[in-house]
């Protein structure tokens, strides 16, 4: 690159950021003004793993509502 020159070199430079910007403003329109957090919701609706995380979470909550019932007698 060392004998291109500096005008073209610029030039390049200048068109890889207009296709960065270009890309970041289509991402960022396909948003919709929604948050982040908005489009994950369901994503993991009926999937083994995420059954098996939630059985776990109840079962722990049971496990700290007998402990604290206990506790408290």
């Known amino acids: 690159m ?3 020159p500096l005008e073209e ?3 390049a ?8 910007i270009e ?3 289509a991402s960022s329109s396909r948003t919709d003004g929604q948050k982040d957090w908005r ?3 369901g994503m993991f609706d ?3 793993l995420m059954k098996q995380i939630d059985e776990e979470g109840q079962r ?3 496990l700290d509502r007998t402990q604290a019932s206990n506790d408290h007698s």
């Not at 430079?13 to 960065?20: P, T």
Request: proline share 8%.
């Open 2 to 4: 060392p004998d291109t």
């Open 9 to 11: 070199r610029v030039g």
């Open 13 to 20: 430079l200048e068109e890889q950021m207009r296709n960065v």
């Open 23 to 25: 890309k970041i403003q």
């Open 39 to 41: 489009k994950s919701l």
């Open 46 to 48: 009926d999937h083994p």
């Open 60 to 62: 722990i909550r049971e």
